[in-house]
């Protein structure tokens, strides 16, 4: 998830609404303590909320009240006329009832978990959970419709007033109040999609397929609704563990939940003819990924009817200060409830203080038209429609008005005209574009189909090349463009010497997603920082730029790369490539040698072609866009890889003969409620002799950087193998750990540990051929043989939110005798935004 965007999108701005009745205040007791999770409503209607740990609430409707109620078990009910439509910062004191002081007493800690009538209704919806919703037919289908809006929020004088929006000043002419939270906002952003879900649960198969969308005025704006259809997933109360930015949250509903969460049963009512129980809940712990709130439950089928989650602000999560969700379900008949809208909130925030200023992130999805065991054949899951449709983001007026499941309100209808004036103001057109640059790394001419950047490339430094200084392009119609060239040229001041890399690529054919591509580079590269060699002609490893290290990092390689390659996607996320690469390899350090031995002498420069065929298969995985380039939407999908590669002496007079095979699997595995970890494992083994230039290099990492896929205690080429089998497990635990000691509570810190650890071998006719006596700059080539070389970290993350620091730990081959250069500790770290 890109944090990024959130940022860049306070710079975007417009219109309003008002409602009929809004009512904001604090409850307290009669000893001026303020009452947490009382009830709230608007006499005569089931709709209400509840007040937060302060006492807080807010409370607003489209039609006209006269009346609240405030209730809360062990206290007078309390009705107050409402005299106004709008009334703010009201004080409210609720009176203990004699008869329910030891009541009172449990309602303000924790809940029983035995003889609680919440609970006995809670384990009913365990036993029911399956025989609801979709659960209960083979195949399904249904339309949806999704409206997701970004405002900027807490709207002020001192807003309104500041240089940033000089000259834009019409946008503020009516600004709107949250009926969740009771702040000012203004709409800046509208997306609306329709489509048609199908699913099958026999063969645990769905699919979506995308009828229309339009946004507010940015035909360009894919990569933020993919990151906002990201932030903003799908999901299914009636699951354990509900995941929303990454995060996995305990839902109410969880089996867990009982030691989560204190339930108590508060009211009963009618709703939509069904008698239903209402369930308030709270957390039991601060500091976890926990909601707060209540539901109402049907009494015969125990379904729930309404649940809204307001996610407690003491939860370890950054930049977002609240997140508040509603789900209605409707009754098909007397036993099956299907939800027929869900809305979400979150406030994003750099801080949590009350008064910070934000921005809201808003989610309607309405569900209609549901048809039930329809099946349709296995392949119509399976096919993915790579074809893109300009006519779904055209869509006319007519079909908006005949396919929203619900009217845009004015000030809905007025964003999108408010943006098309705004995109007429310079100003507002020079702060997108700066946005654009910070989004991207890339600036836009838009007189020229061109970019320039990345910009952050700009500047290296490394031993050989000294202070480096890059300047790059690439050709840029749009997002989905089926071509594309790119290019840098580059100098280092120490070596005097300037590289540079182009490369193109064009997309043949959608459906299939196949695309020729080709380039050239000449540069300077760290060999050995991942166990697959890197084909792409303009990459650079980090541990080639790295301005500081643990060791002098002279072990870099001059390259000459020429490849050319053919791909494809016959299927979804599976793709085949197949390539030739042409590579001149020799040291670009006269400290750092690549020589081997041959019948006629001692040679230092490698020449080699390699073909190589691959299968990638990415599960899951939710793409961007339909060009020749396209991004991930999602992270959370495994990444299986397999690669043979054939060196021929035979082609463009190549020095060796040999094969090459590897494996790689990395997978993720969200552990519910204990955090996120993430695994890899590679195996690889090369048929055949070949020199120090061509074998695996196990991948050390001597910057202060914690990369992960690296053993942060090896150096450069301190193992070299050409057959080995690597692991690296990596989890996070999410602050599940820290958040239950008191002092380091507030902190938010997480923690995460690391175990990573390599096993391989070097045969005796490899390591002759690169061991030239004669030049004292050879390397001593070993693998880890004797026994699997191991180290393990203790990380803290989210430091100041932003930072992470690894405390690592080399295992074994630290004998100071045999390895007088082995580091024995060290320390690593990471900057990146993190919800």
């Known amino acids: 998830m890109n944090i990024r965007l959130l940022s860049l999108l306070f710079f975007f701005v417009s219109f309003t609404a008002l409602s009929q009745t809004k009512v904001s205040g604090y409850v307290f007791d009669e000893y001026n303590e303020p009452v947490s999770f009382a009830n709230v409503i608007f006499q005569g209607s089931t709709i209400g909320t509840t007040t937060n740990e302060n006492g807080k609430f807010y409370l607003e409707s489209d039609e006209t009240w006269e009346a609240l109620t405030i209730s809360f078990i062990g206290y007078e009910t309390l009705i107050i006329p409402l005299e106004k439509k709008v009334n703010y910062n009201l004080k409210f004191i609720l009176k203990e009832e004699a008869a329910q002081l030891d009541a009172v007493v449990l309602m303000t800690g924790k ?330 790394g890339y600036i836009e001419f838009n007189t020229l189909p061109l970019d320039y950047g990345p910009i ?146 001692v040679e230092s420069e490698i020449k080699q072609y390699e073909t190589t065929f691959s299968v990638a298969y990415f599960p899951g995985r939710k793409m961007t866009g339909f060009g020749v380039e396209r991004r991930p939407a999602n992270d959370d999908f495994a990444r299986l890889f397999a690669q043979i590669s054939r060196g021929d002496k035979g082609m463009f007079n190549s020095d060796f003969n040999y094969t090459k095979v590897q494996l790689s699997y990395l997978q993720p595995w969200q552990l519910g409620g204990f955090g996120r970890l993430t695994s890899s494992i590679e195996v690889g083994k090369t048929y055949g002799e070949v020199p120090l230039g061509l074998l695996n290099v196990i991948p050390g990492n001597q910057t202060y950087f914690s990369i992960y896929n690296t053993f942060s205690q090896l150096d450069f080429y301190e193992f070299v193998s050409d057959q080995y089998a690597s692991f690296h497990l990596e989890h996070n635990f999410n602050g599940r750990l820290l958040s239950r000691i008191p002092f380091l509570r507030k902190l938010n810190l997480r923690e995460i540990i690391s175990v990573r650890g390599v096993m391989g071998s070097i045969s005796d006719e490899n390591i002759a051929l690169s061991n030239v006596p004669s030049n004292p700059a050879n390397l001593e080539l070993e693998a880890p043989h004797n026994e699997p070389y191991y180290e393990y970290s203790l990380g803290i993350g989210n430091i100041f939110k932003v930072f992470r620091i690894d405390f690592n730990f080399r295992g074994n081959y630290k004998d100071q005798t045999l390895y007088p250069n082995a580091r024995k500790f060290g320390v690593t770290g990471s900057f990146g935004f993190y919800f």
């Open 111 to 440: 809940q029983p978990k035995k003889n609680n009538p919440a609970i006995d209704i809670l384990r009913k919806i365990w036993e029911h959970k399956r025989d609801n919703g979709l659960n209960r037919f083979n195949q399904y289908q249904y339309d949806k419709y999704e409206k997701v809006e970004f405002d900027i929020n807490t709207i002020d004088s001192a807003l309104i007033k500041s240089k940033l929006f000089k000259g834009m000043e019409f946008v503020f002419n009516e600004v709107d109040t949250s009926r969740v939270t009771g702040k000012t906002y203004l709409p800046m952003f509208i997306n609306e999609a329709v489509s048609s879900v199908y699913g099958d649960n026999t063969l645990n198969k769905e699919k979506e397929v995308l009828k229309g969308n339009k946004n507010s005025g940015f035909s360009d704006n894919q990569v933020i609704i993919d990151f906002v259809d990201d932030l903003y997933s799908d999901f299914n109360v009636y699951d354990n563990y509900l995941k929303f930015f990454d995060k996995s949250f305990v839902s109410p509903l969880s089996r867990t939940g009982i030691n989560t969460y204190n339930y108590v049963l508060t009211d009963s009512a009618y709703i939509d003819n069904k008698w239903c129980f209402n369930i308030v809940y709270y957390p039991r712990r601060k500091n976890e990924l926990t909601f707060k709130g209540d539901f109402w439950v049907a009494d015969t089928t125990y379904a729930v009817k309404e649940i809204n989650l307001q996610a407690s602000k003491s939860a370890n999560i950054n930049w977002v200060k609240e997140i508040y969700i509603e789900q209605e379900f409707e009754v098909l008949n007397d036993s099956i409830f299907l939800v027929k809208r869900d809305y979400m909130l979150s406030d994003f925030a750099f801080n949590k203080k009350e008064q910070s200023r934000g921005i809201y992130g808003k989610r309607t999805t309405l569900y209609d038209n549901y048809k039930f065991d329809i099946p349709k054949d296995k392949k119509f899951y399976d096919k993915e429609v790579y074809n893109y449709s300009e006519d779904v983001f055209d869509r006319d007026d007519e079909f908006w008005e005949k396919n929203r499941l619900e009217a845009l309100n004015k000030d809905e209808k007025g964003v999108y005209k408010m943006l098309d004036t705004l995109k007429t103001v310079k100003k507002f057109k020079r702060l997108y574009n700066l946005g654009s640059i910070l989004a991207s």
């Open 456 to 601: 952050f490339s700009t500047f290296g430094f490394n031993d050989v090349e000294g202070l480096r200084l890059r300047t790059g392009g690439r050709t840029y119609f749009g997002r989905n463009d089926l071509w594309r060239l790119e290019g840098f040229l580059a100098y280092g001041f120490r070596d005097d010497k300037f590289k540079y890399g182009i490369s193109g690529k064009w997309l043949l054919d959608k459906k299939s997603r196949l695309i020729i591509s080709g380039g050239n580079r000449r540069d300077v590269e760290q060999i050995g920082a991942s166990l697959t060699t890197s084909t792409d002609v303009l990459g650079r490893s980090l541990a080639s730029s790295a301005v500081i290290g643990t060791g002098s990092n002279d072990k870099l390689t001059t390259i000459n790369l020429s490849s050319f390659a053919i791909e494809a996607e016959p299927f979804r996320n599976l793709v085949l490539r197949l390539g030739g690469n042409y590579r001149t390899l020799e040291s670009a350090s006269p400290t750092f040698s690549l020589d081997y031995n041959t019948p006629d002498g």
